[in-house]
């Protein structure tokens, strides 16, 4: 049976993609630091994320490894924060490479998670992966020592994709999709500051199809952002969430009522405030086509699938 490894992939992403490889008859092994519920077929086992050990044998002859560790980056950015969430990014890409390079038959391919942030803040133009513009800050510093020690990686036959991924949007609890409905229900759904800031978003139809592409098509390899082609400013794209819910109604947030807010949240407003303009111009030229390309027809799927319009909130 061919076999998928998910390291770290207990997660609302990891949960999504074992379900789907599970359905089309692979075998499933998640790397974890503590056992939860697997799904019926799936295998765990367990990892400290950071050090060699019996996990190391599960990743011969695997179709894919595909790498998702990563502490959540929505919280403060304390001193304690900050090295936590670039330690188990870092660590866990090293020991995978180590254990990699160990292997007598590796990993067909190996998909290392990154994130759109890695691009500069962005209104003017669209950030692909040959013109793209790296940019500045703690975030970006993160993605760029978890790119920078996936690539030290490099071993013959295995072919290696940074995963630069937008916001995934999908049904089911746990997601940010979630997360953003609750915030339209409390009537909070209006744009955040100016709303000219660009959100990248992908549709988790086409993360999971991605996914399968890039396995399929042994010509990818190095950098693949993976976003919907249709990124939208922040009030655009928080008024197609509203008409698709049947919501009439978002307040808006000025930037000092955002800094308050992300406070008490205990998260930070460059999760709101930063443009990202990405989109997938490796996938799209490699022939990739898009189930969810449209802002608009995503959210109105999403909302029908989820039944929030039907069931929680008022036409």
Known sequence: ??????????????????????????????????????LPGERIGLWDGK????????????VALINLAGRTVNCRYTPTNRKEMMESRVQSTRVLGEAVR??????????????ATIYRHAIDCEQTEASGQIGKGFSVEIAKAWEQEFFRHRRDGVRQIALRTAMVFGQGRGGVYEAFCSIAKQGLGGRAGDGTQYVSWIHLDDFVGM??????HTELDGVVNVASPDPQPNAKFMRALRESLGVRFGLNATEWMLEIGAFFKKTETELLMKSRRVVPER?????????HPNLKHAMKDLAERNSYRQTQFPK
């Open 283 to 291: 996938m799209l030229g490699a022939g990739y086509k898009m189930k």
């Open 1 to 38: 049976m061919k076999k998928i490894i998910l390291a770290g992939g207990a997660g609302y992403l990891g949960r999504a993609l074992a379900q789907h490889f599970l359905n089309d008859g692979f075998e499933v092994v998640t790397l974890s630091r503590k056992t939860f519920d697997a």
């Open 211 to 216: 996914i399968d592409w890039i396995i399929a």
């Open 51 to 62: 050090s060699l050990g019996p996990w190391t044998r599960e990743l011969e002859n695997t």
């Open 102 to 115: 160990a292997c007598t038959e590796p990993p067909k391919v190996w998909m290392n998670s990154s994130t």
